[in-house]
């Protein structure tokens, strides 16, 4: 009995120990420049934003953080994964930040550290031809969003709304109404130009629910790295690369100003 009691302490020590290795600090700006790599991770399944074309991870953020990498003389090492556990990811120190066109809200806002934002943007309700294009009429109808997002936040706020269904990729969300099986989806008002003109009549984009800033995460405390990742950005907004970038994928400038 004295010798399995002895035994259960030296476990649970040993357990003890492995959570601490595990649960490592986030590298520090000086922790990542020795290393020569930054680890980014987005979703991959966000067009424009980030998406794969073929094995191929595209798509503006994916070209932005590639370009801030290269301004701080760093290799980017990517990591995809699904929206939602992106942030829980980076809190485990899976990678260093996160690119995943993240609203800046004061809920995420507790469990991370946002830059700068990379752009501005809004909510938008996006139906087909008669179907709901305002806050107002979104009262008794169904709406599809993505889950983890701010479209789901703010889509339940909306007075009357009536069946919210989520999906876990914005993609299956948009697929839903092009089925008929929602009447509406609310996304990225950018997401959803491309949408409308894609589908050449077939869906039509209505008001901005809500506006956002989307921004880049990093741990949270992560001082040194953000400073770093600020000063990247604007120095690509002021020298012409964000403007280039932006363009290709939008044939505008969807900074904040
Ligand atoms: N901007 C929205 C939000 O902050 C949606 C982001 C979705 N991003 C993605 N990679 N699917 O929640």
């Not at 008929?180 to 609310?186: F, L, N, P, S």
């Not at 600020?230 to 363009?247: D, E, F, M, P, V």
């Given at each position: 009995e004295l010798q399995r009691s002895a035994m259960k302490k030296v476990l649970l020590a040993l357990t003890t120990l492995?959570?601490?290795?595990?649960?490592?600090?986030?590298?520090?700006?000086?922790?990542?420049k020795k290393s020569g790599t930054i680890k980014v991770a987005t979703e991959g399944?966000?067009?424009?934003?980030?998406?794969?074309?073929?094995?191929?991870?595209?798509?503006f953020e994916v070209d932005l953080a590639n370009a801030l990498g290269k301004q701080l003389g760093l290799k980017v090492e990517w990591t995809v994964?699904?929206?939602?556990?992106?942030?829980i990811g980076l809190n485990q120190d899976r990678y260093d930040f996160v690119i995943a066109s993240h609203g800046i809200t004061p809920e995420r806002q507790k469990a991370v550290d946002f830059s700068d934002p990379h752009y501005c943007t809004g909510g938008a309700i996006v139906t087909r031809p008669g179907g709901p294009l305002t806050a107002k009429a979104l009262a008794g109808k169904s709406v599809a969003v993505q889950v983890g997002t701010t479209y789901l936040e703010n889509v339940r706020k909306v007075p009357g709304v009536g069946d919210v269904k989520t999906f876990p990729r914005d993609v299956d969300a948009q697929a839903a109404l092009m089925a008929g099986r929602v009447d509406a989806w609310v996304g990225d008002r950018f997401t959803g130009l491309d949408l409308v003109k894609a589908q050449k009549g077939k869906i039509v984009q209505g008001?901005?629910?809500f506006r956002e800033r989307n921004a880049m995460a990093v741990k949270k405390g992560n001082v040194t790295l953000l400073k770093e990742l600020n000063a990247a950005l604007a120095k690509a907004q002021a020298n012409g690369t964000y403007a280039r970038i932006s363009n290709q994928y939008f044939g505008q400038d969807v900074r904040c100003r």
């Amino acid at each position: 009995e004295l010798q399995r009691s002895a035994m259960k302490k030296v476990l649970l020590a040993l357990t003890t120990l492995t959570l601490l290795a595990t649960s490592a600090e986030a590298r520090t700006w000086a922790e990542i420049k020795k290393s020569g790599t930054i680890k980014v991770a987005t979703e991959g399944a966000f067009p424009p934003f980030n998406l794969m074309k073929g094995k191929q991870l595209t798509g503006f953020e994916v070209d932005l953080a590639n370009a801030l990498g290269k301004q701080l003389g760093l290799k980017v090492e990517w990591t995809v994964q699904p929206f939602d556990s992106l942030l829980i990811g980076l809190n485990q120190d899976r990678y260093d930040f996160v690119i995943a066109s993240h609203g800046i809200t004061p809920e995420r806002q507790k469990a991370v550290d946002f830059s700068d934002p990379h752009y501005c943007t809004g909510g938008a309700i996006v139906t087909r031809p008669g179907g709901p294009l305002t806050a107002k009429a979104l009262a008794g109808k169904s709406v599809a969003v993505q889950v983890g997002t701010t479209y789901l936040e703010n889509v339940r706020k909306v007075p009357g709304v009536g069946d919210v269904k989520t999906f876990p990729r914005d993609v299956d969300a948009q697929a839903a109404l092009m089925a008929g099986r929602v009447d509406a989806w609310v996304g990225d008002r950018f997401t959803g130009l491309d949408l409308v003109k894609a589908q050449k009549g077939k869906i039509v984009q209505g008001d901005l629910l809500f506006r956002e800033r989307n921004a880049m995460a990093v741990k949270k405390g992560n001082v040194t790295l953000l400073k770093e990742l600020n000063a990247a950005l604007a120095k690509a907004q002021a020298n012409g690369t964000y403007a280039r970038i932006s363009n290709q994928y939008f044939g505008q400038d969807v900074r904040c100003r």
